[in-house]
Nanobody
Framework: QVQLVESGGGLVQAGGSLTLSCAAS????????MGWFRQAPGKERQFVAG???????YYTNSAKGRFTISRDNAKNTVYLQMNSLKPEDTAVYYC??????????????????WGQGTQVTVSS
């Protein structure tokens, strides 16, 4: 059974940092694209960042320059380092993985596996 388990969320003041982790089990994702999405209250889930098999990274505009996505294939884990956090970053953050394909997209339906989400709350 494939599982993605996120951790690292929490409450942080504006300007602070958090690092989210997503540990995968049940299969290896070293050859596929993975991503982070987030869903704020009352809003649709949206793409935040993605990483290709070869660690090419892509970010939504609001995340560029503040967030860094990385992966450790030996640990089957993907990370999202978030710096200079803002109250508008408050959301549930989800890890996602593709079953096939080394690239990443910002489209939810392109991802086959999802974690349960971890809450990030940024206070002003």
């Amino acid at each position: 059974q494939v599982q993605l388990v996120e951790s690292g969320g929490g409450l942080v003041q504006a300007g602070g940092s958090l690092t989210l982790s997503c540990a995968a089990s049940g299969r290896t994702f070293s050859s596929t694209g993975m991503g982070w999405f987030r869903q704020a209250p009352g809003k649709e889930r949206q793409f935040v960042a993605g990483i290709t098999r070869s660690s090419g990274s892509y970010y939504t505009n609001s995340a560029k320059g503040r967030f860094t996505i990385s992966r450790d294939n030996a640990k089957n884990t993907v990370y999202l380092q978030m710096n200079s956090l803002k109250p508008e970053d408050t959301a549930v953050y989800y890890c996602a993985a593709k079953s096939l394909g080394l690239l990443v997209t910002s489209t939810e339906s392109d991802y086959d596996y999802w974690g349960q989400g971890t809450q990030v709350t940024v206070s002003s």
